[in-house]
């Protein structure tokens, strides 16, 4: 009789629970695939990603937990760097180690730096078509509906009494008013720390066995110093470009959306690399373009070394793809598997309680801004509805919506 483990495909959440289909061996290819699927569907910034990561990770094919799940989401918003990669990462890193974390970062992020790569060549093209954005502003409202569902499952999962229902509120509060990018991990420290406090709990503090991967962190210091060296002792375009992307990967917390001021002012009203016009029509099309919104480096990189060859454009926006990823690679790599570790000491177990229903805070409240950034519209809350409709329901795979929304931005 061939055993569950040969054939880990085969096991279905009715055999198993979710909990043991979530620590089953998976086949290589199959999650690959599964990680292509998040990436089609995966519009909107980090908090739709965790919507589309929940439903294909968790709700169709178990690979975790939704426990599991927000623990990731927590710790990668800790973490400096692209939080939907570092997050999708970390899930490759569970389920097959590094290479398989390394091909999933490949899997998820080539196919729209590729894309955005391309685009850089295409600007005067779209000039002359004149393409307006207009056609892409439906995106936002479906995108909101990817949020609003991913808040209510992890909401019901981690605000489950009083203590966490606050803690829930307090991140949601705090994060809608002050959204500097310090904050973010700020609140969920603080998360941790009350559930800490708050547990009564004595021998919180027991030994584990850690043995922290320092390589990893030793090639991020060594890579952010010279770096730094390199870039202001030669005038190599190149190389200024590569410092300058990786120090964008390591300063920002959260999504594309937060790196944008730093690009704009660094990019073009201080280097003047390309004019606002420019860089914000690569910004709307990365809008349209599903995978994650840091691939917008790789048009930066591309319009950037213009002056060039195609050669040496095609190098810029390469050195733009993997400045940007890198450190948040590099930095998940060093802290998954020490907090696989960490986990198993008595406070860091209650504190994940806190740290779990602030992140709920920070995802609901996403929705929120991003419903009121997009328009109250009756047509914006229409789509809104139907996206969250469709995905609940399953009725339409995540592509799908997505191009049914940039239809109906072509034809109202």
């Known amino acids: 009789m061939k055993s569950a483990q040969s054939n880990p495909d085969k096991i279905t959440p009715d055999e198993t629970g ?24 995966a519009y909107g910034g980090p908090e739709a990603h965790m919507g589309v990561f929940m439903d294909q990770m968790v709700v169709k094919r178990k690979y975790l937990s939704e426990a599991d799940l927000i623990e990731l989401i927590a710790l990668c918003s800790i973490l400096p760097g692209p939080t939907s990669t570092q997050t999708i990462v970390a899930i490759g890193h569970k389920k097959g180690g590094p290479w398989l974390a390394l091909l999933t970062m490949l899997v998820w992020a080539l196919p729209v730096l590729v894309a955005m790569t391309l685009l850089s060549f295409l600007y005067q093209i779209l000039a002359m078509r004149e393409i307006s954005g207009e056609v892409l502003r439906y995106i936002g409202p479906m995108a909101v509906g990817f949020i609003l569902l991913a808040a209510w499952r992890i909401g019901r999962k981690v605000a489950n009494d009083i203590q966490t229902g606050m803690l829930l509120l307090f ?12 904050v973010f991990p700020l609140v969920l420290v603080v998360g941790g720390l009350v559930s800490i406090l708050l547990s009564g709990e004595t021998g919180l503090w027991n030994r584990v066995d850690l ?28 190389a200024i470009l590569f410092e300058s992307f990786y120090r964008y990967g390591y300063l920002v917390f959260g999504g594309g959306q937060v790196l944008v001021p730093l690009m704009y002012t660094e990019l073009v009203e201080i280097r003047e690399f390309m004019t606002g016009e420019e860089f914000l029509t690569g910004y709307g099309l990365v809008q349209g373009l599903p995978g994650p919104m840091f691939s ?10 213009r002056d060039g060859t195609v050669i040496y454009q095609i190098t810029g926006a390469v ?36 740290i779990n229903a602030v992140a709920g805070g920070l995802i609901t409240v996403a929705a929120v801004i991003l419903m009121q950034k997009s328009g109250l519209q009756l047509d914006n809350l229409l789509v809104i509805t139907l996206s969250v409709i469709l995905l609940a329901t399953g009725k339409m795979p995540a592509p799908l919506i997505v191009l049914a929304a940039i239809a109906a931005g072509f034809i109202l």
């Open 18 to 41: 979710v909990e043991e289909a979530a620590h089953l061996p998976v086949r290589w290819s199959r999650f690959l695939r599964d990680v292509f699927i998040c990436s089609l569907g």
């Open 171 to 182: 991140g949601a509060v705090t994060i809608y008013f002050f959204r500097d990018p310090w």
């Open 211 to 238: 043995r922290p991967p320092w390589h990893y962190l030793t090639a991020f210091a060594v890579v952010t110093i010279g770096g730094i060296v390199l870039a202001t002792t030669t005038s190599f375009k190149l």
């Open 296 to 305: 917008f480096a790789a048009y930066a990189g591309g319009m950037a070394s």
């Open 319 to 354: 050195i733009g793809g993997i400045g940007i990823f890198l450190p948040g690679l590099l930095l998940i790599y060093f802290v998954y598997p020490v907090w696989e570790n960490l986990k198993k000491i008595k406070a860091i177990k209650i504190s994940l309680r806190g």
